[in-house]
C-alpha cells in the first residue's frame, strides 16, 4: 500500500511552504491539484520536477477510483489545492475518504489555512468558533444564516470580493448592526488588511472602498445572556 498525502500549499506568501511539503512533492510518483497552472507556477517554484495530475471539485468522483487503484500498488500520492488545506472548501474530502474505506495510509501535513490567521488575529474569541466556509449563494442562504442567529461561538466564512459588502449586509441584517466583526483579506501577501468594528462600521468602510483579494469573515458570536433569555422563553 501507498501512502496518500495532504500537502497544505501557501495563500500567499511562497514563505510559508514548510521543508516537509516541498520534500513530499518532490518524492510523491504523482502530484494531484486543483488546477495544474497554478499549482505548475508553486512547483517551478520550488524546483519540484514532478508529474501533475487534474483532481479538482467537477472530477473528482470520477478519478478518485484510480488514484486508490494507484495507492494499492503502491504509489505515493501528493494532493494539494490552490491554496491553503485540501479538504477546507476545497476537493479533497472524497478522496480522503476513499482513501480510508480501501485501508490506505493517509497522513494531512500541517500548514497553511486561510481561516487560521483571519481567526486569531480578528481579536474575536478563538477558543470555540464555528467554521461555515462558503454559504449558500442561492438556495439555503436565508435559512443558513437565520439557523447561526444565537450561535454563541465565533463564526467564520468565506466570501468572494464581489459578493462582501452583499453578504456583511444580510449578515447585519440577521446578527444587528453592532455585532462585532472582522474581515481579513490578501492574508499574508503584501497588502494583506484586517478590518474590524461593528458589522455597520465594515460595511461602511467597504461600500466606500472597494474590496479585492481572498476574503475570510469573522463574526462574534451571540451574547450567552442572550441565548439564555431565548431558552428561558421556551421554557
Known amino acids: 500500500m501507498g501512502t496518500l498525502y495532504i500537502v497544505p500549499t501557501p495563500v500567499g506568501n511562497m514563505e510559508d511552504m514548510t521543508f516537509r511539503a516541498v520534500r513530499i512533492l518532490k518524492e510523491a510518483d504523482i502530484v494531484l ?37 494507484r495507492l ?12 491553503g488545506t485540501p479538504g477546507i472548501s476545497d476537493p479533497g474530502f472524497f478522496l480522503v475518504r476513499e482513501a480510508v474505506r480501501a ?8 500548514g497553511a489555512t486561510a481561516f487560521v490567521p483571519a481567526l486569531v ?17 442561492k438556495k439555503g442562504r436565508q435559512t443558513k444564516l437565520e439557523s447561526l442567529s444565537d450561535e454563541s461561538r ?12 452583499k453578504t456583511l449586509r444580510q449578515l447585519s441584517e440577521v446578527f444587528g448592526e453592532d ?15 484586517s478590518v474590524r ?10 461600500e466606500a472602498t ?22 428561558n422563553k421556551e421554557l
Not at 495544474?36 to 472530477?59: A, E, P, V
Not at 485501508?103 to 500541517?110: D, H, K, M, R, T
Not at 455585532?179 to 488588511?193: D, F, N, Y
Request: charged share 25%.
Open 33 to 69: 491539484a486543483e488546477d495544474t497552472r497554478t499549482s505548475g507556477k508553486l512547483l517551478k517554484h520550488y524546483d519540484i520536477q514532478n508529474h501533475l495530475l487534474s483532481h479538482h471539485k467537477f472530477n473528482e468522483h470520477g478519478t478518485s477510483a484510480s488514484v486508490v487503484t
Open 197 to 206: 468594528g461593528t458589522l455597520c462600521e465594515i460595511i461602511a468602510h467597504f
Open 210 to 231: 472597494e474590496p479585492r483579494g481572498e476574503i475570510v469573515i469573522v463574526v462574534a458570536g451571540a451574547p450567552e445572556k442572550d441565548n439564555k433569555k431565548h431558552k
Open 103 to 110: 485501508g490506505i495510509e493517509v497522513q494531512c501535513l500541517p
Open 179 to 193: 455585532r462585532q466583526a472582522s474581515v481579513c483579506r490578501e492574508i499574508s501577501k503584501l497588502h494583506e488588511e
Open 121 to 137: 488575529s480578528s481579536g474575536l474569541p478563538c477558543d470555540r468558533f464555528a467554521f461555515e466556509g462558503f454559504l449558500p449563494q
Open 72 to 83: 494499492q500498488a503502491g504509489q505515493t500520492v501528493a494532493l494539494i489545492s490552490d491554496a
Open 154 to 165: 465565533t463564526m467564520i466564512f468565506y466570501e468572494s470580493p464581489y459578493r462582501l459588502v
